[in-house]
């Protein structure tokens, strides 16, 4: 199993971006899935994240600006950045709990490999 996360970019402030996450090889079912991102001396943070029925969290310092999304018939999930401030450069991460098959005891967390977002003042 593989997450394949991409959008990453440099943006001025005000401007937006969408980052996108695709999981692929054996998949039976995906659960939750997240973004975090990672900023240079920091850690590593919750930015938003979303159940496969679509109930969603948001960390405070996005909400209203940051919609994330999914479509489990592709297994993909997408985040939409808009007014995107300076503070929010960092390596954006997808995450995901995915079940590799029917016969698997529970499901598994699985990390893309990270998109680099620059955002400019």
């Known amino acids: 199993v593989q997450l394949q996360a991409s959008g990453g970019g440099l943006v001025q402030a005000g401007g937006s971006l969408r980052l996108s996450c695709a999981a692929s090889?054996?998949?039976?079912?995906?659960?939750?899935m997240g973004w975090y991102r990672q900023a240079p001396g920091k850690q590593r943070e919750l930015v938003a994240s979303?159940?496969?029925?679509?109930?969603?969290n948001y960390a405070d310092s996005v909400k209203g600006r940051f919609t994330i999304s999914r479509d489990n018939a592709k297994n993909t999930m997408s985040l939409q950045m808009n007014n995107l401030k300076p503070e929010d450069t960092a390596v954006y991460y997808c995450?995901?709990?995915?079940?590799?098959?029917?016969?698997?005891?529970?499901?598994?967390?699985?990390w893309g490999q990270g998109t680099q977002v620059t955002v400019s003042s």
């Open positions: 995450m995901a709990e995915i079940r590799r098959s029917v016969v698997a005891l529970g499901e598994e967390v699985y």
């Open positions: 090889g054996s998949i039976f079912s995906i659960g939750y």
């Open positions: 979303i159940t496969n029925g679509g109930s969603t």
